[in-house]
């Protein structure tokens, strides 16, 4: 169920987490992440140079399913075609949907405090 569970190898999360991190200089400041074994929530703000949010996550997708097929001796589709997106616009959902980010790995009960899930990153600001 919820399956393939690629990202729970440390190395394809470090390949998703270091895609994330490049992207951010060039594209959109980055809030919050969590690289959960099956999916990935994250928070970011786009500068307004950025291309569109499909295109840059399109490079993302593309360049982490490559190294990661690459880590698995595999080929094929690594991502879900689909993904959720969600605009924030209330004041108040910022920090509503930060904390339910960070705390995605709590309510799984894989770790009782967000620190200590390795997946997870909290931008320096915040």
């Known amino acids: 169920m919820n399956e393939p569970y690629w990202l729970r190898d440390e190395n394809i999360a470090k390949i998703v987490s270091d895609s994330l991190h490049l992207l951010a200089q060039e594209y959109f400041d980055l ?8 999916h990935v929530h994250l928070l970011i703000s786009f ?3 950025a291309p569109r949010l499909y295109k840059v996550m399109q490079k993302h997708k593309s360049f982490t399913a490559h190294k990661g097929n690459k880590v698995l001796q595999r080929s094929g589709q690594f991502w879900a075609h689909e993904s959720y997106d969600h605009v924030v616009r209330r004041d108040g959902e910022f920090g509503r949907i930060l904390a339910y ?4 790995p709590v309510k799984a009960g894989l770790v009782e405090d967000w620190q200590a899930w390795q997946g997870s990153y909290l931008h320096p600001k915040l």
């Not at 809030?31 to 099956?38: A, D, E, H, L, T």
């Not at 980010?101 to 995605?104: D, E, G, P, Q």
């Open 31 to 38: 809030w919050v992440y969590c690289i959960m074994s099956n």
């Open 47 to 49: 500068f307004p140079t």
């Open 101 to 104: 980010i960070l705390n995605n």
